[in-house]
């Protein structure tokens, strides 16, 4: 075995911890080179330090702000209309200096062009508005002209005439009573107001006067430019008509509330007429430097925008290498950068080719230093993944990171997931819609890799390579059902079972005799339909549930001795994975012997009643429920093994490590005197200093026991959990057997089109929505659950961490 090649999937890459001691004129260029390569992921020396402590802080903080005037320079394109080119222009490469001197510029045109369009918008909204209450006031004014002489008139004659004024006149009239003679008309003010407010502007402009003022309004004829949202507003113009100064004061005071906008309209026909006609002429000009302003503004968007994304591209890597410089040390002559991190040995020769080029690039006499040390912590996990197989390794990442060098279940998870998936959704008319589905999707891979989707979709194209496999497994097993949207079909010959008689005209009620050799694939269609067809498959699906659980069960334990094996642990060996496969195959294993026998010899076992009394009586004789010769005798030793696989499991592993940790340490206390002397002198953090752990053995023994008890309880629970599949399996069965019958024959069995129709769309619209969506979903979450929880649990202790190298690519990705 120790021959074979290594699998690249199988265990993660090796990983070294290296150091890097840079001077500081190479420091820019080598973590840019390192960058671009992306297989050095570097550890923070300066944890302890805030980031405004560190070295490069300036830089980074040079950076942000250069990143926040390109953010307002996209939000202006946007809000502008204008689109950033997704190509960068093609223009010589600029220094951070320069681009940072080049974004200050534009900036500053922008915010001024910004302020002067503002202003003009603002001026032209004004004139806008006035323009429009000068054509509505007038129609008021011409209208109410002679119907408010009258009612100035008929008013007089009332305050002269009536001796008793002063009892029954309002407060109103009777503050404005002094000052009558000089205040004789009605007066008014014009004005405009968004449409939303105009309800409650007007009932506070009753109450407020208590009803002495008469108000129109009419709706604007232009919808009018709101800045602060870019949005058009409805306005409305009214004209309110009132007597007195203190009546005017306090409806300036309601219309500054409100935000409504007066404008002073004189009362002489003429003198409308010249003010509309200066209006407009303003307007037109206005209009005009507006239009050059805009097309001015959106010049200057337009050449930003052509270098909009390299820059922002830029800018975000040179704040990345800054961060990434201010994880690394001084050293002490402040001269050179030291940092550590972790690299895959496959990659020392690129890093130090990179290396080599950042002190040529740089033109620095002395060279970068690049060797290997010792590391207490243990290194990342890395592993190489292509389209096909990143799927499947996210699904394994999920449950939890593979602890360095341990087996990976995705060399597995590729053929065993998407197998239990379609083992309980098989079908393969359904497996074809999949299967087209996925087809589309990798179709159009290189379009949908560079667009921007959303969750659901993105998550659908991630595992498109999973539902490709999904597919052609559901047709698969699809096959061996026999089921095409729940209907069987002769695909493979004629059916092995007839009528028992010529007379013979409904074989599924009476009955069918076997009378030549069994279907060559699959389920026969003739069990379709038939009086035994959910005993037959509810006992084939239920034992095919238990093989399949108890095959994967054991591969995973089979797993956990690789684990031991490739980590010299013997322990793990003797004490955990022998009795481990002894106590599972001693109970379980037996059963799926037993399903396999019953099934090759057609015997009519009970095998309830066999694994009960295996232990109930284990001595007591089977009877009719004897499958071969000596079954009695080899059930009594399963027996036996198995219950000495517990006390195996639990009792020697704590007391042999407790032996070990004794015979390791006795004497440490007693080293020569030199020794504490030459521990004064190694670095607190140094990867050659000791640690000496005090050994707990209450604490190893309980997390024994806490193991051993849930392997024993979790190989029960476990086998009970694979009976899913035969559940979903037959759920997924017969909701497509009643979408069939119940929907589509049963509409056409109908002599109308229209009913025809109806009962196709709902079937259609069922077996999309229900079928593919919720089942697959379902079907995808319980084969997950099997291989996290029934699988995983046996060999897989996920307690590592990703290797996350400093890579430009990935920081692009992070951004998307």
Same mark, same amino acid.
């Given at each position: 075995m120790e021959n074979l090649a290594a699998m690249d999937l199988m265990r993660s890459e090796k990983m070294t911890f290296v150091q890097l001691i840079i001077p500081v004129e190479s420091a820019h260029h080598a973590i840019t080179y390192l960058a671009q390569i992306g297989l050095l992921q570097f550890r923070d020396l300066n944890a302890d330090k805030s980031p405004f402590q560190r070295t490069f802080v300036n830089q980074v903080k040079r950076c942000a702000e250069m990143s926040r005037k390109l953010r307002f320079f996209?939000?202006?394109?946007?809000?502008?209309?204008?689109?950033?080119?997704?190509?960068?222009?093609?223009?010589?490469?600029?220094?951070?200096?320069?681009? @940072?001197?080049?974004?200050?510029?534009?900036?500053?045109?922008?915010?001024?062009?910004?302020?002067?369009?503002?202003?003009?918008?603002?001026?032209?909204?004004?004139?806008?508005?006035?323009?429009?209450?000068?054509?509505?006031?007038?129609?008021?004014?011409?209208?109410?002209?002679?119907?408010?002489?009258?009612?100035?008139?008929?008013?007089?004659?009332?305050?002269?005439?009536?001796?008793?004024?002063?009892?029954?006149?309002?407060?109103?009239?009777?503050?404005?009573?002094?000052?009558?003679?000089?205040?004789?008309?009605?007066?008014?003010?014009?004005?405009?107001?968004?449409?939303?407010?105009?309800?409650?502007?007007?009932?506070?402009?009753?109450?407020?006067?208590?009803?002495?003022?008469?108000?129109?309004?009419?709706?604007?004829? @232009?919808?009018?430019?709101?800045?602060?949202?870019?949005?058009?507003?409805?306005?409305?113009?009214?004209?309110?008509?009132?007597?007195?100064?203190?009546?005017?004061?306090?409806?300036?005071?309601?219309?500054?509330?409100?935000?409504?906008?007066?404008?002073?309209?004189?009362?002489?026909?003429?003198?409308?007429?010249?003010?509309?006609? @200066?209006?407009?002429?303003?307007?037109?000009?206005?209009?005009?430097?507006?239009?050059?302003?805009?097309?001015?503004?959106?010049?200057?968007?337009?050449?930003?925008?052509?270098?909009?994304?390299?820059?922002?591209?830029?800018?975000?890597?040179?704040?990345?290498?800054?961060?990434?410089?201010?994880?690394?040390?001084?050293?002490?002559?402040?001269?050179?950068?030291?940092?550590?991190?972790?690299?895959?040995?496959?990659?020392?020769?690129?890093?130090?080719?990179?290396?080599?080029?950042?002190?040529?690039?740089?033109?620095?006499?002395?060279?970068?230093?690049?060797?290997?040390?010792?590391?207490?912590?243990?290194?990342?996990?890395?592993?190489?993944?292509?389209?096909?197989?990143?799927?499947?390794?996210?699904?394994?990442?999920?449950?939890?990171?593979?602890?360095?060098?341990?087996?990976?279940?995705?060399?597995?998870?590729?053929?065993?997931?998407?197998?239990?998936?379609?083992?309980?959704?098989?079908?393969?008319?359904?497996?074809?819609?999949?299967?087209?589905?996925?087809?589309?999707?990798?179709?159009?891979?290189?379009?949908?890799?560079?667009?921007?989707?959303?969750?659901?979709?993105?998550?659908?194209?991630?595992?498109?390579?999973?539902?490709?496999?999904?597919?052609?497994?559901?047709?698969?097993?699809?096959?061996?059902?026999?089921?095409?949207?729940?209907?069987?079909?002769?695909?493979?010959?004629?059916?092995?079972?007839?009528?028992?008689?010529?007379?013979?005209?409904?074989?599924?009620?009476?009955?069918?005799?076997?009378?030549?050799?069994?279907?060559?694939?699959?389920?026969?269609?003739?069990?379709?339909?038939?009086?035994?067809?959910?005993?037959?498959?509810?006992?084939?699906?239920?034992?095919?549930?238990?093989?399949?659980?108890?095959?994967?069960?054991?591969?995973?334990?089979i797993l956990s001795y690789f684990n031991a094996r490739f980590f010299n642990s013997s322990l793990d060996i003797k004490y955990q994975f022998v009795p481990q496969v002894i106590f599972l195959n001693s109970l379980f294993g037996y059963l799926s012997l037993l399903i396999v026998v019953k099934w090759c010899t057609g015997s009519q076992a009970d095998l309830y009643h066999v694994m009960i009394y295996m232990f109930l009586s284990p001595f007591e004789a089977l009877g009719e429920n004897q499958l071969f010769w000596g079954q009695s005798v080899l059930q009594v030793i399963l027996l036996l093994l198995a219950l000495v696989a517990v006390p195996w499991m639990l009792f020697p592993k704590p007391f042999i490590l407790k032996r070990l940790h004794t015979e390791r340490f006795q004497g440490r206390t007693y080293g020569l005197l030199g020794t504490s002397e030459v521990d004064i002198y190694e670095e607190p953090d140094s990867a050659r200093q000791h640690h000496h752990e005090e050994f707990n053995f209450s604490e190893v023994f309980v997390h024994q026991m806490i193991h051993s008890i849930e392997f024993v309880l979790g190989a029960v629970s476990n086998t009970a959990s694979y009976l899913r599949l035969w559940a979903l399996s037959l759920a997924h069965s017969e909701l497509s057997t009643v979408f069939y019958e119940k929907v589509l024959l049963l509409a056409w069995g109908y002599d109308n089109l229209i009913i025809r129709l109806i009962g196709l769309a709902v079937f259609a619209f069922a077996t999309t929505f229900i079928l593919l969506m919720m089942e697959t979903l379902s079907a995808f979450l319980h084969a997950l659950r099997l291989h996290w929880v029934e699988f995983q649990n046996k060999f897989y202790h996920g307690d590592g961490y990703k290797f996350k190298p400093f890579s430009f690519v990935a920081l692009a990705d992070d951004e998307d």
């Open positions: 996209k939000d202006q394109t946007q809000k502008a209309g204008l689109l950033p080119s997704p190509r960068p222009a093609s223009q010589p490469d600029i220094e951070l200096e320069e681009l @940072e001197i080049h974004l200050a510029e534009h900036e500053h045109e922008l915010i001024e062009m910004n302020a002067n369009s503002e202003k003009l918008r603002q001026s032209y909204n004004e004139l806008l508005e006035f323009k429009m209450v000068l054509q509505k006031a007038s129609d008021f004014l011409v209208s109410r002209r002679s119907h408010t002489t009258a009612q100035d008139t008929e008013l007089n004659e009332n305050v002269y005439s009536n001796d008793n004024y002063s009892d029954t006149a309002s407060l109103l009239e009777q503050e404005m009573q002094p000052e009558l003679s000089n205040q004789s008309g009605v007066r008014f003010i014009s004005g405009i107001i968004c449409k939303s407010k105009i309800l409650q502007f007007e009932r506070m402009l009753f109450r407020t006067t208590r009803g002495n003022m008469l108000f129109h309004q009419a709706v604007a004829d @232009e919808e009018i430019l709101d800045p602060s949202s870019n949005e058009m507003v409805e306005k409305i113009v009214f004209v309110v008509f009132f007597s007195g100064e203190q009546a005017r004061s306090k409806i300036l005071k309601i219309c500054e509330a409100f935000g409504a906008n007066c404008y002073p309209v004189p009362e002489d026909v003429t003198k409308r007429r010249q003010i509309t006609r @200066e209006v407009l002429s303003r307007l037109s000009e206005l209009e005009t430097t507006l239009d050059v302003g805009l097309r001015h503004r959106d010049k200057a968007l337009t050449s930003i925008g052509f270098h909009l994304t390299k820059w922002m591209n830029m800018v975000r890597r040179e704040k990345a290498v800054y961060d990434t410089l201010n994880m690394l040390n001084f050293d002490v002559t402040k001269k050179c950068l030291v940092g550590e991190g972790w690299c895959p040995i496959f990659a020392k020769t690129k890093i130090q080719e990179a290396l080599q080029r950042a002190t040529m690039d740089s033109n620095s006499q002395v060279g970068i230093i690049f060797h290997v040390m010792d590391a207490v912590d243990l290194p990342p996990t890395y592993f190489r993944t292509n389209r096909f197989t990143n799927a499947y390794q996210e699904i394994v990442d999920a449950y939890g990171v593979a602890k360095y060098q341990e087996v990976n279940p995705a060399v597995y998870t590729i053929v065993t997931f998407p197998f239990l998936f379609a083992v309980m959704f098989g079908d393969w008319g359904h497996g074809i819609c999949l299967f087209l589905g996925a087809l589309v999707l990798i179709s159009k891979e290189s379009k949908l890799s560079s667009q921007k989707l959303g969750s659901f979709m993105e998550m659908l194209f991630g595992g498109r390579y999973v539902l490709l496999l999904m597919s052609i497994f559901s047709i698969y097993c699809g096959l061996i059902y026999n089921e095409f949207f729940s209907v069987p079909f002769h695909i493979f010959g004629g059916s092995a079972y007839k009528c028992r008689d010529a007379s013979c005209s409904d074989a599924q009620t009476l009955g069918l005799i076997k009378y030549s050799d069994p279907y060559p694939f699959g389920v026969d269609p003739s069990w379709r339909g038939s009086r035994s067809e959910l005993p037959f498959l509810n006992s084939l699906k239920m034992k095919m549930s238990i093989l399949l659980g108890i095959a994967q069960m054991n591969l995973g334990i």
